[in-house]
């Protein structure tokens, strides 16, 4: 379903945002002070304005209410993205996420409205370290503080042709298998238990995040 996003601040994080937004096929509006950074997004927005979102007049003259959703993606200047979170909440935009630098800065977001903080560099880098370390973890989100997602590939051989219930994941390792990639690409959902596991598949688990700390060693026993 179609919707409108509203995007604070254009560097790499909400010009990234940016752009998927639009290759999906929803309607941005992307605002940033720096007229270079709005000019860049011209052609890429559905709509790309130069104003400054510390202006209550500025984000009521572009509308801000009538979003379904805003992004505050403004940089270092942690002050003027507590500010511009709190203006849009009490505007009535019903989803509010919000970039924070750091854990003190996420409790403030968080306290002034914020419907969900995210920390992309902490997040970035927990994932690298993973993919570093892991001979079989691919790629690693953290859900919450005690769950994460993550994708796995399948390398022991004692896994490779045979059915979720005969490996048993959740029994052996506590986790739940949610989707098996292929190495053709093909993604199966919601696997059943008869599903069988090749070589080369890509496992998608969900669980808790000392289960899946512990699965890379334990894939390989």
């Known amino acids: 379903m179609k919707q409108n996003y509203a995007i604070i601040g254009l560097g790499r994080f909400g010009g990234s945002i940016c752009r998927t937004l639009v290759e999906s096929g929803q309607e941005v509006l992307a605002i940033d002070s720096n007229e270079e950074r709005v000019n860049e997004y011209m052609n890429i927005a559905t709509h790309a304005v130069v104003g400054n979102a510390q202006d209550e007049s500025t984000l009521r003259s572009l509308g801000i209410r009538n979003f379904d959703h805003v992004i505050v993606a403004i940089g270092e200047d942690i002050q003027a993205s507590i500010l511009v979170t709190l203006m849009v909440k009490e505007m009535g935009v019903p989803n509010v996420l919000a970039k924070a630098q750091n854990e003190y800065h996420a409790k403030v977001l968080e306290r002034v409205g914020a419907d969900r903080v995210v920390h992309p560099e902490r997040d970035m880098g927990v994932r690298i370290a993973h ?45 739940t298998v949610v989707a098996i990639r292929r190495a053709d690409g093909q993604v199966v959902v919601s696997p059943p238990a008869n599903e069988i596991v090749c070589e080369n598949d890509n496992l998608l688990v969900i669980g808790s995040t000392v289960n899946v700390d512990n699965l890379d060693e334990k894939l390989n026993d």
């Open 131 to 175: 993919n570093l370390v892991s001979r079989n973890i691919l790629d690693f989100i953290e859900l919450s503080d005690e769950f994460s997602l993550a994708e796995i590939k399948v390398s022991n051989p004692k896994f490779f042709n045979k059915s979720l219930i005969e490996v048993n994941f959740r029994q052996r390792f506590g986790l």
